[in-house]
């Protein structure tokens, strides 16, 4: 079972900037996360965004290089969701 969900495997290039699409960040009443996958599972990470562009946003804390954010079906997630990755 699992949900299925698209990511963005990697955060930006070889800056130290953290640029991830813009549809990945949910927006709280007083903060903003996303949802990213750590060991197969859903988690939802509190970040602060820097400037955006049309389509891109920089997380400027709440997120290292190393965690896959995810990008798509966000809307069905829960918090440890067992997710289907597609790549």
Do not use: C, Y
């Amino acid at each position: 079972g699992g949900m299925f969900a698209r990511v963005a495997m990697s955060i930006s290039g070889d800056s130290d900037i953290m640029m991830i699409p813009t549809e990945a960040v949910i927006p709280q009443q007083d903060s903003k996360s996303v949802w990213v996958v750590r060991n197969g599972r859903a988690h939802s990470v509190t970040v602060e965004t820097g400037f955006r562009s049309d389509d891109m946003v920089e997380i400027t804390s709440g997120l290292t290089k190393a965690d896959t954010v995810i990008i798509s079906g966000i809307m069905q997630i829960k918090e440890g969701s067992l997710l289907n990755i597609e790549k």
